[in-house]
Nanobody, 126 residues
């Protein structure tokens, strides 16, 4: 059973930054993705960013490009999401997720991910 452990959330003022971490206990596959999603109160869960273990291919949601950076440390089975220039609309529970080996086209969809972390709250005040 794969387990994902997230950390790094918190409360910051607008313009601040945080670094979220997600460590997986499972085996990693070169063509599998690790993704970050978020869910704000009253809204659906949305894709934020993803990275492929093998070649590091990265995808971002358009609204976070230039402000969020996803990275990985294969030796530690850990994926990071560094978030800069936070805005109040970034307030949400952030989830990391692990997919099985998958084509790139599925990197953006929650349904492609089999395992999910418990979520970490990010709150941005104005």
């Amino acid at each position: 059973q794969v387990q994902l452990m997230e950390s790094g959330g918190g409360s910051v003022q607008a313009g601040g930054s945080l670094k979220l971490s997600c460590t997986t206990s499972g085996r990693t596959f070169s063509s599998a993705f690790m993704g970050w999603f978020r869910q704000a109160p009253g809204k659906e869960r949305e894709f934020v960013a993803s990275i492929r273990w093998g070649d590091g291919q990265i995808y971002y949601q358009e609204s976070v490009k230039g402000r969020f950076t996803i990275s990985r440390d294969n030796a530690k089975n850990t994926v990071y999401l560094q978030v800069f220039s936070l805005k109040p609309e970034d307030t949400a529970v952030y989830y990391c997720a692990a997919s099985p080996p998958a084509p790139a086209a599925q990197a953006f969809t929650a349904m492609a991910y089999d395992y999910w972390g418990q979520g970490t709250q990010v709150t941005v005040s104005s």
